[in-house]
């Protein structure tokens, strides 16, 4: 389960959106999310898929490591699927049980929309490397240091937590095969036992993260690093014609999933 987990990791590539400026996917991303959540009727679902669709093609991005990834939340899927299903009302499908169409018709569409917000989250860390991420978003968030938000530590921050996703997660993976080697046991028994098992990971994996975080904090005052004030990038960055061009084709399909709110399909 710890294996499918690929939320932090950057697929490198060559493709058209792999060199949009990383301002563009941002924002792109959340001209995205806002137009899934407008999303009423099964046309306007329909469109939402078939952008994300077009995405994961242009992005050479494989299907199975979006399923990889939504893995882990299947159990909220499932979840959110059932409570749906069965605390809409509607018309009973089966009479005498409190399943109805118009919470089966829901239930699918929380599906889709849980479904395509991971996917389209992915994509963003999939083609953008952390580094150029939070230079990004630093960038779009620079009119905040006015108002003394400390936006490069907040960026930065960020930048070292998606670094650090898949060393944890090796991490913890390594430790659970060490103490299955010793005997553990953490599929079998009680739901307290089984939490109780835990602890032998949980314990070795906290101390392994603070003393990666000391390590880190170490080697950054060596390099006398100070901040934002003062930095320079390696590349600077500079929207090109397909980045306005993407953010064009963005407007219009967010003033489309407005339109189709407003006769409900």
């Known amino acids: 389960m710890l294996k499918d987990i690929t939320l932090g990791q950057f697929f490198p590539g060559n493709t058209i959106v792999h060199r949009l400026d990383p301002r563009t996917k941002l924002i792109l991303v959340v001209v995205y999310i806002i137009a899934l959540f ?15 669709v077009l995405c994961m093609i242009l992005s ?9 990834g939504l893995k882990p939340m299947l159990f909220i899927i499932a979840l959110t699927a059932l409570l749906n299903l069965f605390y809409t009302e509607g018309r009973e499908i089966i009479p005498g049980w409190h399943m109805t169409w118009e919470g089966l018709e829901r239930s699918v569409q929380m599906i889709l929309r849980i479904v395509l917000l991971i996917t389209g989250t992915f994509l963003l860390t999939y083609t953008t490397s952390p580094i150029a991420l939070t230079d990004g978003l630093e960038m779009l968030l620079g009119p905040l240091k006015k108002i003394k938000v400390p936006v490069h530590e907040m960026t930065l921050m960020m930048s070292m937590a998606l670094r650090f996703i898949p060393t944890l997660i090796e991490e913890t993976d390594k430790i659970m095969s060490a103490q299955k080697a010793r005997g553990a046991d953490f599929e079998t028994g009680k739901l307290m036992d089984r939490a109780k098992a835990l602890l032998p990971i949980l314990v070795p994996l906290f101390v392994s993260a603070f003393r990666r975080a000391d390590e880190l904090a170490v080697a950054m005052e060596s ?5 934002g004030e003062g930095r320079t990038r390696m590349k600077t960055l500079r929207f090109a014609a397909h980045d306005w061009i993407a953010l064009i084709l963005g407007a219009l399909f967010l003033a489309g999933m407005f339109v189709m709110k407003r006769y409900g399909i």
Request: with cysteine; charged share 15%.
């Open 60 to 68: 050479h991005i494989r299907p199975k490591n979006i399923f990889k």
């Open 223 to 227: 390099r006398c690093y100070h901040g």
């Open 38 to 52: 407008q999303a009423k009727g099964w046309i306007s679902y329909g469109a939402v898929t078939l952008a994300t």
